[in-house]
């Protein structure tokens, strides 16, 4: 069992509701305030906000309030622990034929 699997899960559990992966893909553009995250959804305000603290307890992202307005980003590398453990799953025929491309890519003259 990798030694990362409590981060993996929460970041896991946190992606699971597709508001909370639509909210992801919003902020992988730039940060965005609250309300303008809430904006697409037919849902309350508290709803999202419940949303959004499920994201940040999984460390997926960070909050800042200024005044009256919260602003929430995406937090750097916190998509990294999916990454790591997606490419463990790889099979290693999946490695070999990719080393094999590599080669005959290297290798291949040009025309």
Known sequence: MPKYHDELDAVLRALADPTRRAVVERLASSPAVVSELAAPFSMALPSLLQHLRIL??????????????????????????LHLWLGEQRTPAERQADRLGVHLTRTTPKD
Not at 57 to 81: N, Q, Y
């Open 56 to 81: 940040e307890d999984a460390g997926v992202v960070t909050s800042e309030k200024h005044g009256r307005v919260r602003t929430v980003s995406l937090r750097p590398g916190a998509l990294d622990v």
